[in-house]
């Protein structure tokens, strides 16, 4: 049975999307059954694991509105290495839709119990906010991965970010926990992210994963590609950093 985790940090531009393809990918080197959902209407996720977002005939749209199954909706990618239910600019109406509809918040967790036995891992990228979408992701997952950048700010999203899991694992979805904080695009020269990165770590211990991303420019020129880093450049030092990670997450999970 799958192990599901939402990439989920209310800031934009902080790495989810990149953390969700490189470690599905990642994943999928160390033979683990990845399937990649994206549920950011920007489609970033889709585009970045070589799936066209205006070619698909479903899409994670339609499985929240019910229409089709995760099954008969998601695609392979085989340059990635893993599946896809896929998003596009379709999915920024589904907020509204999903308002009046049954288990508007479950809806996600409803429609993917039925595929869970064809995954070790199921990575949801989530959108930048806290939003009916996000919730959506919470309530199926296992847990929350969440990318962040060792910047001063950084530390007062992440209460937020911190707060929404407590409730939501008080309220919602008991087997919801924080997994851990990675920090990405780090520069380990610059005096300030080394501070916070301390900080991070006094603050939340083992909850900082051991690995950490460095920024690298093959990482952000991948997507242009239609490929993760891992993929399409295996020997930088960001896809290395993302193949480590993946192993983390395998020896994390077995702790779960
Ligand atoms: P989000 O999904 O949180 O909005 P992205 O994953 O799209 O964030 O990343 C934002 C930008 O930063 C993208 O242009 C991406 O290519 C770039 N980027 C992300 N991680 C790295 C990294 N480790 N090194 C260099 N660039 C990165
Ligand atoms: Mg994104």
Redesign the pocket.
Known sequence: MARIFCIA?QK????????TVNLAAGLGQIGQRVLVIDLDPQG?ATMGSGVDKRGLKATVYDVLLGSVSVRDSRVRSDKAGYDVLGANRELAGAEIELVNLEQRDRRLKVALTPALDDYDFVLIDCP?SLSLLTLNGLNCAHGVIV?MQCEYFALEGLSDLVNTIKQVHANLNRDLQLIGLLR??FDPRITLQQQVSDQLKAHFGDKVFNSM?????R??EA?SYGLPGVVFDPASR?AQAFVEFAQEMVERVKAL
């Not at 934009?12 to 953390?19: A, I, S, W």
């Open positions: 940090n934009g531009g902080v790495g989810k999307t990149t953390t970033n930048p990318p990405v695009m991303i460095p920024r690298n420019v990482l952000a997507p960001g």
